[in-house]
């Protein structure tokens, strides 16, 4: 079915929905996105990704051409274009078109694109049966080279390590930051179980902050279970009770083998399963 697309201002059909080849989205991967989940017609947490998207725009000196009300009132419009209720948002801001030099001074008309679609998760067995997943060499790129914390249209980091995983037959791979520590998958947040407690990696470990992660950290505290930022390496992974990664896309999933190491007793954890029903029933509230 040919979608309906938001284009600067105004929605078009899906064909017409074109960019420029000078467009340094396209030409250096100049530009910020983010992904977002509608749950029965809520968009959830949609102020913290529109938060997120205006942070990453600022920290590359792009000016978005559009107020966050508006931003907020054309996703909802997107959404309804495409009759979703249920659905994933891609938003996208590129620097615009310029020249065939890297100077982003020299480009005019940043696009703003929204797309809706359905999502395809990971196949329902995965969630189920938890997943396997590998670590890649492939290191996360360090902050003082070009911080994480950024969600850019520049993601060859992330997919080179993906590329690993896959080459490994894992749907996701483990990524460390340059000091061996682990700092996120390939497009999830990381967390693991252990005496009780859920630790997960800090920002400053050279991770994207998850908004859903920050959700399940909020999820734990009401739940009463323990939950700090830790410094993990792959030894506590390998040592975890349970292990699980949160992302938009994912949601919650269990990871039950790492590195063909068996994590716990090799299924989803009591913690893993308590946190998943408390985060489906916080998007369906
Ligand atoms: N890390 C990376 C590298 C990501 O791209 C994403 C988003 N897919 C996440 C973590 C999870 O973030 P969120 O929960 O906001 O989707």
Not at 113 to 126: G, K, N, Q, V
Not at 178 to 206: M, W
Not at 261 to 275: F, M, S
Request: proline share 4%; glycine share 8%; charged share 20%.
């Amino acid at each position: 079915m040919a979608r309906t697309i938001f284009m600067n201002d105004r929605l078009v059909p899906e064909e017409e929905a074109r960019v420029s080849v000078f467009d340094h989205g396209l030409l250096y991967g100049d530009g910020v996105f983010e992904g977002l989940r509608s749950y029965s017609g809520h968009v959830f947490r949609l102020d913290a990704h529109l938060d997120r998207l205006w942070d990453s725009a600022r920290a590359i000196c792009l000016e978005i051409p559009l107020t966050k009300e508006a931003m907020a009132q054309a996703v909802i419009d997107t959404l309804a274009a495409n009759s979703l209720t249920d659905g994933y948002i891609r938003l996208i801001v590129t620097r615009g078109g310029g020249t065939l030099g890297l100077d982003p001074n020299r480009c005019s008309n940043p696009q703003v694109i929204i797309i809706a679609d359905t999502i395809s998760l990971y196949p329902r067995e995965f969630y189920e049966q938890g997943l396997r997943i590998v670590t890649a060499a492939t290191q996360r790129i360090q902050s003082a080279a070009l911080s994480p914390r950024i969600k850019s249209l520049n993601y060859l980091n992330n997919i080179m390590a993906k590329l690993e995983g896959l080459q490994a037959s894992c749907v996701e791979a483990l990524m460390l930051n340059h000091k061996g520590e682990v700092a996120e998958c390939t497009g999830d947040n990381i967390f693991v179980v252990r005496s009780g407690r859920l630790l997960t990696p800090p920002p400053d470990a050279g991770i994207l902050e998850g908004i859903t992660r920050n959700a399940v950290m909020e999820l734990a505290e009401t739940d009463g279970i323990d939950c700090r930022e830790a410094t993990l390496t792959r030894h506590d992974l390998y040592t975890a009770d349970e292990c699980f990664l949160t992302g938009t896309a994912a949601e919650v999933i269990p990871v039950v083998e790492i590195d063909g190491r068996t994590i716990g007793h090799g299924n989803p954890g009591p913690i893993t399963r308590r946190l998943t029903d408390a985060f489906h029933a916080l998007v369906r509230a």
